[in-house]
T-cell receptor
């Protein structure tokens, strides 16, 4: 069984740029959720994808967008980066109907 | 509002001492609660969920609906228990997702 993987591990961008983060779900999982974890905080829900569609969204602006592909992998895109976007971005996969989520190692994004 | 509160940022105990990590929640409806743990340089992983009522690595947690709490306990702490612990509440509905507390760092001293 393959766990959740994320790429890249680290990323440095400047304000105003755009970034794409990637996630491969655990084998057999069809639902992917994205979380933002700022320093010293718990993870905060960004959105969730199921069957290639956004299935729920947290309190994040539209410049945070995503995709899910037929193989259940997912991307998180952030446009017009701001300094406050600096955080660890976590991807979690699950099976629809089961509330247990399995997390990837995260992508550390630094915005300068 | 749906919320998870972990009142302690840091909890320091000696090896062999009992440990209790506090978690309080606010949720209208029947809650589903989890404890996640993050060891140094490792990913966030599930420690236990209240519906399974299992004991993992000697940890237990009981859901107290009257006090809206889900405290994590272990009778004898080990050095390898040192980690960040996050309490999380599953929010049902179209936005089914986890609401996390800010976490408690547990430090077990030899």
């Amino acid at each position: 069984e393959t766990g959740v993987t994320q790429s890249p591990t680290h990323l440095i961008k400047t304000r105003g740029q755009q970034v794409t983060l990637r996630c491969s779900s655990q084998s057999g999982h069809n639902t992917v959720s994205w979380y933002q974890q700022a320093l010293g905080q718990g993870p905060q829900f960004i959105f969730q994808y199921y069957r290639e569609e956004e299935n729920g969204r947290g309190n994040f602006p539209p410049r945070f967008s995503g995709l899910q592909f037929p193989n259940y992998s997912s991307e998180l895109n952030v446009n017009a980066l701001e300094l406050d976007d600096s955080a660890l971005y976590l991807c979690a996969s699950s099976l629809a109907g089961d509330n247990e989520q399995f997390f990837g190692p995260g992508t550390r994004l630094t915005v300068l | 509002a749906q919320r998870v509160t972990q009142p302690e940022k840091l909890l320091s105990v000696f090896k062999g001492a009992p440990v209790e990590l506090k978690c309080n929640y606010s949720y209208s409806g029947s809650p589903e609660l989890f404890w996640y743990v993050q060891y140094s340089r490792q990913r966030l992983q599930l420690l236990l969920r209240h519906i399974s009522r299992e004991s993992i690595k000697g940890f237990t947690a009981d859901l107290n609906k009257g006090e809206t709490s889900f405290h994590l306990k272990k009778p004898f702490a080990q050095e390898e228990d040192s980690a960040m612990y996050y309490c999380a509440l599953f929010r049902r509905g179209s936005q089914g997702n986890l609401i996390f507390g800010k976490g408690t760092k547990l430090s077990v001293k030899p």
